[in-house]
């Protein structure tokens, strides 16, 4: 894996095909670059969805990771494509995130509050049925899901897909002020240039550049040309 002292070690650390990424506590990565570049294929190996993966989650090794293996290891995983339940209330998706933890009300309660906090904008539409949201609110909702369980990581595919300028600015605000460690993977770069601590493009499967966003925007690989207009 990837090499790093015990006292500098990442939260995360993957290799998967040509790709080594790491991230640690409390950064923000976006992995960007155009269709077909590995991104969802790689978000998809982290959440054990895909084979292939070599993972390390606070410096202990995951093997053969699963779905199963990587949620209790504190991973969250959000799909693309705001998969919410669309005759159910805002509260009932976001209460159905706390599955795994159940049974303790008391702390059910208080990471229903900390969600709330973060997504003033779900506290007001508590009662309202997910799917008569708009997509910005589905795709916050979704995210306000995957806290629930308290996850060390949550790794969004696609948060951007589908949003308009006002709907990106918006989820970008709530998902600043997430605690948890947060790996994006993006057609685009809406959400990298507002959030992202370090910019990761790939290309083929493999990482073409990774570095800090400002030298990263700068960076002319980083291009409307490079990444096809979009």
């Known amino acids: 894996m990837i090499a790093s002292s015990p006292e500098s070690r990442p939260l995360l650390e993957v290799r998967f095909g040509a790709v080594e990424l790491a991230v640690a506590a409390g950064e923000v990565v976006a992995v960007v670059g155009p269709t077909g570049s ?10 054990g969805l895909r084979p292939g993966a070599e993972l390390t989650l606070a410096g202990a090794p995951l093997a053969a990771p699963t779905p199963e293996r990587v949620a209790r290891a504190g991973v969250a995983f959000v799909p693309e494509g705001r998969r ?3 005759s159910l209330s805002v509260d009932e998706n976001i209460t159905l995130g706390a599955y795994r933890v159940r049974r303790d009300r ?11 906090a973060r997504f003033p904008r779900l506290d007001e539409r508590r009662a309202q049925r997910a799917g008569t949201l708009s997509g910005g609110e589905q795709q916050m909702l979704v995210i306000a899901r995957g806290l629930m369980s308290g996850p060390r990581l949550l790794v969004l595919d696609e948060p951007s897909s589908g949003l308009g300028p006002p709907a990106v600015a918006a989820l970008a605000e709530a998902v600043a002020r997430i605690d948890a460690a947060v790996l994006l993977a993006d057609l685009g770069l809406a959400l990298a240039r ?11 499967g493999a990482v073409v550049l990774d570095a800090p966003r400002e030298p990263a925007l700068a960076d002319p690989r980083l291009g409307e040309q490079y990444l096809r207009g979009i």
């Open 38 to 47: 590995g991104k969802t294929a790689l978000v998809h190996a982290i959440a």
């Open 84 to 86: 919410v339940f669309p």
């Open 106 to 116: 008391a702390l059910v309660e208080r990471r229903r509050a900390e969600v709330y």
């Open 194 to 204: 507002r959030l992202a601590d370090r910019i990761v493009l790939l290309d083929e």
